[in-house]
């Protein structure tokens, strides 16, 4: 069965520096997203994309925050200068159409230091 | 804007015996509603779906779901839990047009005793 890919599995990194999260959706799939959980809390929504634009974002996807589909296959999910909050398991998802379920890779755990 | 409650955090149940996870959500209209479970250190596997049509829903793993409109409730059930679905359980509630984004519960942990 067709799977999301992320990676890396686990990235360490020190406050103030910038991190790019990597995600290969399912390859028919057209809407893509990421959430996050910070450790012990609730799944929350970041960002939806969608024909090459972001089509919603939360209030937690700040300027910090950019995603991009650089090319016909992966998906990523940049943090310009992280803080210690964005410790968390970030999570890719992505659908083949409006309605239908999201399917999720098995995250990156970001800690930052 | 669409919410999801679930409102026990962790139940254990012993081998063999059944299971019902409770979810109730809060939206306008009847909601995509969707349950997905996840193993430790691993991602968030969807169970089962409902989107329309008949109320019981059948998924994964022998898991089965049944929405009721009157009591904004989807809950989770399995007849005879085994030790493998030990796990964190997610209620997660999409709305139908507009918002694309899932709203997740906190989520049931499973803890399944011999």
């Known amino acids: 069965e067709p799977e999301v890919t992320q990676t890396p599995s686990h990235q360490v990194t020190q406050m103030g520096q910038e991190v790019i999260l990597r995600c290969v959706p399912i390859s028919n799939h057209l809407y893509f997203y990421w959430y996050r959980q910070i450790l012990g809390q609730k799944v929350e929504f970041l960002v939806s994309f969608y024909n090459n634009e972001i089509s919603e974002k939360s209030e937690i996807f700040d300027d910090q925050f950019s995603v991009e589909r650089p090319d016909g296959s992966n998906f990523t999910l940049k943090i310009r200068s992280t803080k210690l909050e964005d410790s968390a398991m970030y999570f890719c998802a992505s659908s083949g159409s409006r309605g239908q379920p999201q399917h999720f890779g098995d995250g990156t755990r970001l800690s930052i230091l | 804007a669409q919410s999801v409650t679930q409102p026990d955090i962790h139940i254990t149940v012993s081998e063999g015996a059944s299971l019902e996870l409770r979810c109730n959500y809060s939206?306008?209209?009847?909601?995509?509603l969707f349950w997905y479970v996840q193993s430790p250190g691993q991602g968030l596997q969807l169970l089962l779906k409902?989107?329309?049509?008949?109320?019981l829903v059948q998924g994964i793993k022998g898991f089965e779901a049944e929405f009721k409109r009157s009591q904004s409730s989807f809950n989770l059930r399995k007849p005879s839990v085994h030790w493998s679905d030990a796990a964190e359980y997610f209620c997660?509630?999409?709305?139908?047009?507009?918002?694309?984004?899932?709203?997740f519960g906190k989520g049931t942990k499973l803890t399944v005793n011999p």
């Open positions: 997660a509630v999409g709305a139908r047009g507009g918002s694309e984004k899932l709203v």
């Open positions: 409902y989107f329309s049509g008949d109320t």
């Open positions: 939206y306008g209209a009847t909601p995509y």
